[in-house]
């Protein structure tokens, strides 16, 4: 029979090992509430940040100090659920060329963490999915350990925040505690400063919307309109391309008339594209505007050989509800657009219609008035002539009559003498009248000056009698 006796030097390693572990929880658990208090600070720094820039700027920061990582990226996702982009926030990172990058929603294992709502502590090469394009990059540079988890608000997901190690099993049930606590301070630091900024944003642009409907507005002249327009959206919203297409009179045919952005050199003015061809035929044939955050995914896409252009944005310009062109906005990055951006294009464009109304009517009544000049200024030509070549063969006639008046056979015929005083006396009026004529004529162009005098009334009413022959019948009296 065999007693089982504890020698003195196996006790002795019993308790060390005892007091190891003590030390070692009492160390893990003296570290963990430095890194509660640590959170602690970081929440109130991420709270007291004012926008996203600033929010982002305090875990670039500080969440070093929280979790070891060499790599670290928030992803976020967009509006349609369908893509997250990357934005990058350390050193190592920002040398993988990942930042603004964007990934559909179920790549990588962000993507996984986003759809499945969980979190995860994985080796890069075992997680439940891999990206060449996102992890692969991350093996490139020697990331063998990854913790992501994902941002929380209520019950919505708008994106993950990733910390990656070249370590292997570096992260541990206390890492995931703290990265879970960042990601929702995060998260609802970064919705609030989103509701803000959206706020803000939309402000902005309804002060931009009545700036730039009141320039629109202000202007007459269609082509200077049109090209105003063109470059004051793309400068006030700070857009990459933008360009004014118009239905030929036909409506088989979409113009270009005016152009402002990057891709100038490549389409002319005037450029012709048939109606129904492209994004922008579409939206004039079907008058519904097209929001296409990828053209590559887009069939109606037309690519040309110069354009880098990855997100279009065309919007129908309508008068009186009856389509007449496309205002169209290009950028050369992914998910350049959003509704924000498609609600204020609309806005612009109901007033964009309204101008160009105005400046075609303004167009019509400067023609018909120019036409109107024409035919005053020919009307004065012809008064001119007709009251010249009256004055001739009248003058004529008052010197034939005058020189009868005198002859002494005529003295002798009271009947003769008097028809010819009549005659001299109407020749005189006419003359007279075609003077006048020509007098008005001038009076209207600025050529006449005239003075006013005063005149002897009676004298005139005498003069106007003196040409007047009654019958017997009647009898005409004045007085003064």
């Known amino acids: 029979m065999t007693n089982n006796v504890s020698t003195p030097d196996s006790g002795e390693q019993q308790m060390a090992s005892v007091r190891e572990k003590a030390q070692t929880k009492a160390a893990a658990t003296s570290d963990m509430v430095?890194?509660?208090s640590l959170l602690h600070e970081v929440a109130l720094k991420i709270g007291a940040a004012r926008s996203r820039d600033e929010i982002l700027e305090v875990v670039r920061n500080e969440a070093k100090w929280l979790i070891q990582y060499q790599v670290c990226f928030l992803t976020s996702v967009n509006r349609a659920q369908s893509h997250f982009v990357v934005t990058t926030l350390s050193p190592v990172a920002d040398a993988t060329e990942l930042n603004h990058k964007h990934f559909l929603i179920d790549e990588g294992m962000p993507g996984w963490v986003i759809k499945n709502q969980s979190a995860i502590m994985e080796g890069i090469k075992s997680g439940p999915a891999f990206c060449y394009s996102l992890e692969g990059k991350l093996l490139e540079i020697g990331i063998e350990s990854l913790l992501i988890v994902p941002l929380r608000t209520m019950s919505e997901i708008s994106g993950s925040i990733v910390f990656g190690s070249v370590g292997t099993g570096v992260y541990r049930e206390e890492d995931r505690a703290i990265a879970q606590q960042l990601a929702l301070v995060l998260a609802s630091a970064l919705r609030n400063a989103s509701v803000v900024e959206n706020s803000r944003k939309r402000m902005a642009q309804i002060e931009l919307i009545n700036k730039v409907s009141n320039q629109l507005t202000a202007m007459l002249n269609l082509d200077e309109l049109m090209r105003?327009?063109?470059?004051?959206i793309r400068r006030t919203f700070?857009?990459?391309?933008?360009?004014l297409f118009f239905l030929s009179p036909d409506k088989k045919e979409l113009v270009l008339e005016?152009?402002?952005g990057n891709f100038v050199d490549f389409l002319p003015h005037d450029y012709r594209q048939p109606t129904g061809q492209g994004i922008v035929g579409w939206v004039a044939e079907h008058g519904e505007r097209v929001l296409c955050n990828d053209v590559a995914l887009d069939p109606r896409y037309m690519v040309y050989e110069y354009h880098n252009t990855k997100s279009e944005l065309a919007i129908p310009i309508r008068i009186d509800n009856e389509v007449v062109g496309v205002l169209n906005v290009e950028d050369a990055k992914l998910h350049a657009f959003d509704e924000t951006d498609a609600v204020v294009l609309e806005t612009i464009c109901d007033q964009f219609g309204t101008a160009i109304?105005?400046?075609r009517l303004?167009?019509?009544i400067r023609k018909a008035n120019t036409k109107l000049t024409e035919v005053n200024t020919m009307k004065s030509e012809f008064l001119g002539i007709v009251s010249h070549d009256f004055r001739s063969p009248l003058a004529s006639i008052m010197l034939a009559g005058r020189s009868l008046l005198k002859n002494e056979v005529v003295q002798e015929m009271p009947r003769v003498k008097e028809y010819l005083q009549l005659m001299v006396n109407q020749a005189s009026r006419l003359n007279r009248l075609a003077e006048d004529t020509l007098s008005i004529t001038?009076?209207?162009?600025?050529q006449l000056s005239y003075v006013f005098k005063i005149v002897n009334v009676e004298r005139l009413i005498q003069d106007a009698v003196a040409l007047v022959r009654f019958s017997g019948k009647h009898r005409f009296e004045y007085k003064i």
């Open 34 to 36: 430095q890194r509660v």
């Open 228 to 232: 105003v327009a063109a470059s004051t």
């Open 238 to 243: 700070s857009y990459f391309d933008v360009t």
């Open 258 to 260: 005016a152009h402002s």
């Open 357 to 359: 109304k105005n400046a």
């Open 362 to 364: 303004y167009e019509e």
């Open 442 to 446: 001038k009076l209207e162009s600025g």
